[in-house]
């Protein structure tokens, strides 16, 4: 699965994790949604949860971004060099 995102969209990721939230949002989403198993016995369910990992993988890696991109570089983010938005 791949999403895909335009320049436009990851800066507005990356601006969300850079608000004074952002940090407790990365660990709500790395608690609930990626630091969890996707596995069911019940694959409708097993695949939605795999879906929900995905995104919140993707959110992650905005807020990963946030970390280390200032305002004035946020033109250079490349998001499509990311493990995080491929599976």
Same mark, same amino acid.
């Given at each position: 699965?791949?999403?895909?995102? $335009?320049? $436009?969209? +990851?800066? &507005?990721?990356? @601006? +969300?994790?850079?608000?004074?939230?952002?940090?407790?949002? *990365? %660990?709500?989403?790395? *608690?609930?949604?990626?630091? *969890? $198993?996707?596995?069911d016995a019940d694959p409708h369910i097993m695949s939605?949860?795999?879906?929900? @990992?995905?995104?919140?993988l993707v959110l992650v890696a905005g807020a990963n971004?946030?970390?280390?991109?200032? !305002? %004035?570089? &946020?033109?250079?983010? !490349?998001?499509? !060099?990311? !493990?995080? $938005?491929?599976?």
């Amino acid at each position: 699965m791949f999403i895909e995102l $335009t320049n $436009t969209e +990851m800066e &507005l990721i990356v @601006r +969300m994790f850079q608000s004074p939230i952002g940090g407790e949002v *990365r %660990e709500l989403l790395s *608690r609930k949604f990626v630091n *969890r $198993t996707s596995f069911d016995a019940d694959p409708h369910i097993m695949s939605f949860k795999e879906g929900q @990992r995905s995104l919140a993988l993707v959110l992650v890696a905005g807020a990963n971004a946030a970390k280390v991109v200032g !305002d %004035e570089h &946020l033109d250079n983010v !490349d998001i499509n !060099d990311s !493990d995080y $938005t491929e599976d």
